[in-house]
């Protein structure tokens, strides 16, 4: 069973950069897919980016795209988040998810880290 913890999140002025981390404990991650999602304030739970477990294939949504990059440290059983160019419409929780091998869903999520960006 995977736990994940993330990092990093925090009050920014708008235009600023945060780093979040998930950290996973209880097994390796290194063959499971990950993402990052986030939910605002009465708002669903929208997905931002995901990783293959070979790092070889990665998406972002749309409106996160050339702003943030994901990556993968499997050594380390971490997955990142580097957001720059932060907006106040980014201001959510933020959650990282994994998803195991031949399995469709994301099954397994950490309990957020709240990110916040002033204007």
């Known amino acids: 069973q995977v736990q994940l913890v993330e990092s990093g999140g925090g009050l920014v002025q708008a235009g600023g950069s945060l780093r979040l981390s998930c950290a996973a404990s209880?097994?390796?991650?290194?063959?499971?897919?990950m993402g990052w999602f986030r939910q605002a304030p009465g708002k669903e739970r929208e997905f931002v980016a995901a990783i293959t477990w070979s790092g070889g294939r990665i998406n972002y949504a749309d409106s996160v795209k050339g702003r943030f990059t994901i990556s993968r440290d499997n050594a380390k059983n971490t997955v990142y988040l580097q957001m720059n160019s932060l907006k106040p419409e980014d201001t959510a929780v933020y959650y990282c998810?994994?998803?195991?091998?031949?399995?469709?869903?994301?099954?397994?999520w950490g309990q957020g880290t709240q990110v916040t960006v002033s204007s």
């Open positions: 209880g097994r390796t991650i290194r063959t499971y897919a």
């Open positions: 998810a994994s998803r195991g091998p031949g399995v469709a869903e994301y099954d397994t």
